[in-house]
């Protein structure tokens, strides 16, 4: 286990403690398999142009973008956390926007909001801009009639709430088997790691930095017709990013596992 | 749909409004499927008896319990929660203690956690006796590595508590599919419906209800051995359920359409 | 302490137990202290006489309506909530309507909010239309800037959400020292006990129900201008209550000893 | 207002957006008004030496401790919170070593507690250790029965309790006036700024950091006896802080105003 050693205190993260137990984040790699329920859209380009940092160029699809619900469960290397589901577990409500960086194509997130303090502070690590919020999105079932059976073609739903407020509202209508995952899904986050200054005169600087993942693994993907509401509650910069057009809907499971980061170059 | 017409207004509950549509629950029939985990023990059986009612008899398996936590999406009839998510689901823990009516085999509720309003109050309406607490159990995956495969052996975990306080703890290694469902959870439940008294010298009667459940569905059942810990967190009462014995653990899924109540008879 | 004897098991309400420890609701009188920030304002008056059972009229000022925001603390008798103030403290919303009975001037209730269970649960056992939400409102300071100072003027906001959506929005400034307490928060509540049927053909009657109250004492009120937002979040019954015209706002503390209900006569 | 300037991204934490409105956090300086209730105790002195970096001593009083419960109010400059109180309030529990450097006395956090997610996120920017919890502590009553009164003796109670387990409970009996307020909490607090190493062999360095304060106001303190519980239900370093013994306890209103942080020297 990878740990900051400080001075005689220990700790991947705060809180720091004698034997380095204490901290909120485990160290990576963090194991990862979830559900997804995903949206297809687009929003007006030159929004989308104003979340990218210089570096990133919207590319061929100006305006690409998705809205992602997912329930995730994840680990540690070694596992501390599957017995203990509470921790474990997690729903997530994320935006992303296409975007590329000297061709390669790339995802950005501009907003992301959990309900579980521990993927809250790793994404700040990570520099991946996580937020509290309350997130629901429909489950599958096995058996019975309260959803969509497991499996099969079926309607999917997902809210997402801050603050007592409501965000965002999704159905997929997953009627019909797709050939491929949908490409934002594919494509590495790239984030902009950002330290608050605190010192007086302080200016950390930004970078910009992508994911290392291994063990990508999608299952079958089930696709169909969509809807996207993305509401006002925010500021103007969040509501600038409305759907314009919205586009299909998938729903399958994912699974990652999140290595490292690395500098873009 | 059955409504109660309170004069002008209206509603199944409490609010009552002038259409009817403020009512927190919504009538019966409603429709339940849900993933489970559970385990059977056994308790002292003087104790189990001092939480039946004279009507009801241990029967022939004195002290026979279980812990069942289960993950629940539901829906009415017309269905006016599934496009809202967070509405439709909830995790509930309860325990299950062995009981005999006329030598009719039955199952007690002394206890039951849930973590959201509207199966905690329909809880009360039926006599089921649901307090608030929060639960949590693993999920299967069906991809990568965070989890116990979907459909196959592994380990589950299951975990309550309320008021800060950890009250139980489960862990179920699936490892063979059983060849029948786990018999605490074939029998119908039977509730005492408790009304507190409120107006001075009121003495409300206690009734003893049975639910009427059709639609009844057993997904697989995957068994094992398990473990389960209750901890000294609440009053006596509680703690006088310990477990004596663990015995087997089961994994599945199960749907019902809860009806009605019927008087024991 | 009042005890339903229900057999051998023992509880104000559920869940019964052998000792009646157990219960979630312990029996009155419940002593309550809390600080206030009300709004009184008007709504359409056809609305609220919809509101309203045929045994009560709206009386002499037709559509008279108050919007509540109270953070309460309480304690049983014996006082068994003191020392865990997790259990003895909770936040509330409600709205009241003015009314009468044969001359007398009542409030009615048509909807309330809470974000702890034992005041939801104690709410339906009274006939009071308790649901759960998030519910804030500004607390008085005594050294720094951080809000208004204690016992002076200041202003103060309170907020409302269910399901993770805004319903209200408050704000008062007070400003002066009232002589008097706000006409709505002096008058008897007066509730529809009501039991939804769940026995099949099971018809419960609804009671008119007025609260016996001891120990009302006021602190000082401040009051001042006022506004009140009614968001359109949930149906359509509530959004007809919304505020025609916003008066005057107040600021005090607030205690009663509610000690049980009678019937309305 | 200080912001970083990131390309054309703007906002003094994640997430960046155009306008830069955006971000979780403000920019500093925060306004802080709080109640405080808080007991003295000492832990092993041994123990409290383990959580200092090699820079601090534990100085004349080995193994000086307090348990902190705070509820407080806070705003930014222009303050964009007191309009939304469930924004600008959050409940705290913390622990503090008393401890010094080069002969000036200083205060440790080796853990802390809080509610909300804005002042977990803040307190990792300054390198304060918090993690997400539940806290409560008893309010001060104007009128009634329900707690002890505003501004005079009484028994106050706080508790916290993280992940579904009970981690603390203090109580003070608040007897007298006292004539200074409790010397651990008038000396600064020194952080490490801990930033976890994400790139591939990164090694960020410790800084240990002192916040600088302005507009400190204590209201009238009262001190009695006190009692102090740590349960054992997380790891062993903080159970390693066990109190040995536990002296006053004291309930005050404080406030500050947090400016910016400098690096010890």
């Known amino acids: 286990m990878t740990k900051s050693v400080v001075n005689s205190l220990r700790g991947y993260s705060l809180p720091l403690s ?17 559900e997804v329920v995903m949206v297809d859209y687009h929003v007006d380009p030159a929004a989308a142009a104003r979340f990218l940092p210089p570096e990133l160029t919207p590319g061929t699809d100006a305006g690409q973008a998705a ?13 501390t956390e599957s017995a ?7 729903s997530e409500f994320l935006i992303l926007l ?26 700040w690590v990570q520099g ?26 079926g309607t999917y739903h997902g809210t997402a709430a801050t603050g007592g407020r409501r965000i965002a509202h999704a159905s997929v209508n997953a009627s019909t088997l797709a050939t491929e995952p949908p490409p934002l899904h594919t494509v590495p986050l790239v984030h902009s790691r950002v330290q608050p200054p605190w010192l007086a005169g302080e200016q950390p600087p930004v970078e910009l930095v992508t994911s290392t993942v291994t063990g990508v693994e999608f ?29 299909r809907g998938h729903v399958f499971g994912y699974a990652e596992t999140l290595v490292s980061g690395q500098a873009l170059s």
Chains 1, 2, 3, 4 share one sequence.
């Open 98 to 123: 296409g975007c590329e960086y000297r061709g390669r194509r790339l995802a950005r997130c501009p907003y992301a909001w959990v309900d579980q303090p521990v993927p809250l502070l790793r994404g």
């Open 67 to 79: 809205a992602v619900f997912a329930h995730w469960q994840w680990c540690s290397e070694p596992d």
């Open 18 to 34: 004698p034997s380095g137990t204490s901290a909120t984040l485990t160290p990576p790699p963090w194991h990862f398999s979830g």
């Open 219 to 247: 299952s079958e993907v089930w696709s169909g017709d969509a809807t996207l509401e993305m509401f006002d509650a925010l500021d103007a910069d969040f509501a600038s990013l409305r759907p314009v057009t919205v586009e």
């Open 128 to 153: 991946m801009p996580k937020q509290f919020g309350e997130v629901h999105q429909t489950r599958p079932i096995r058996v019975g009639k309260a959803g969509p059976l497991f499996a099969a073609a």
């Open 84 to 90: 203990d589901p509470g921790v474990g577990q997690f």
